[in-house]
T-cell receptor, first 115, second 111 residues
Framework: EAQVTQNPRYLITVTGKKLTVTCSQN?????MSWYRQDPGLGLRQIYY???????DKGDVPEGYKVSRKEKRNFPLILESPSPNQTSLYFC??????????????FGSGTRLTVV | GQQVMQIPQYQHVQEGEDFTTYCNSS?????IQWYKQRPGGHPVFLIQ?????EVKKQKRLTFQFGEAKKNSSLHITATQTTDVGTYFC???????????FGSGTRLLVRP
């Protein structure tokens, strides 16, 4: 089944404790992206990657890191989480965005709480 | 910066009534996509519009892309309880790889 797999689904952590949220897709998509979703603010892009070893900042990159060493994986790293990073996080992938008709496939989400 | 505004934020309708959500972009878009997110779920791609003035239908859902390619709408005819969720538009500005999401319209349907 074609899908984007995120882990964990739920995470409660303490301020300052480094964490990684994993994202993996099995569709051979070039493009991958991370979003955070907060009430009333919709989906805001954190980082995106157009291919292996190519990553770039989205609209809200502060406090986050990413890497794209393999085409299928795009982990999101919070080196020193803070309470304002409490949110619902989604990973998404697609064929290269310039190809008309291809939308994003989203993972099931990771609900992160930083206390 | 580039923005995609979406209204209304919420809409509560009686089952059988129609529903419309609107998106407006501050810049011309090369295409616009629509997604649906069920409560507790993740966004699911519905459709993409590319051409100026394009209209596409999926059963009771009608999607339009404005002539100037700066606005779009989603209209649902005769809503059902299965339509409940948040509908997002997402526009890709000309000469950009970025997809900018609207803030979403949350649809509630009274049975």
């Amino acid at each position: 089944e074609a899908q984007v797999t995120q882990n964990p689904r739920y995470l409660i952590t303490v301020t300052g404790k480094k964490l990684t949220v994993t994202c993996s897709q099995n569709m051979n998509h070039e493009y991958m992206s991370w979003y955070r979703q907060d009430p009333g603010l919709g989906l805001r892009q954190i980082y995106y990657s157009m291919n292996v070893e190519v990553t770039d900042k989205g609209d809200v990159p502060e406090g986050y890191k990413v890497s794209r060493k393999e085409k299928r994986n795009f982990p999101l790293i919070l080196e020193s989480p803070s309470p304002n990073q409490t949110s619902l996080y989604f990973c998404a992938s697609s064929l290269f965005p310039s190809q008309a008709g291809y939308g994003y496939t989203f993972g099931s989400g990771t609900r992160l709480t930083v206390v | 910066g580039q923005q995609v505004m979406q209204i209304p934020q919420y809409q509560h309708v009686q089952e059988g009534e129609d529903f419309t959500t609107y998106c407006n972009s501050s810049t011309t878009l090369s295409n616009i996509q629509w997604y649906k997110q069920r409560p507790g779920g993740h966004p699911v791609f519905l459709i993409q519009l590319v051409k100026s003035g394009e209209v596409k239908k999926q059963k009771r859902l009608t999607f339009q892309f404005g002539e100037a390619k700066k606005n779009s709408s989603l209209h649902i005819t005769a809503t059902q309880t299965t339509d409940v969720g948040t509908y997002f538009c997402a526009g890709r500005p000309d000469s950009s790889y970025k997809l900018i999401f609207g803030s979403g319209t949350r649809l509630l349907v009274r049975p």
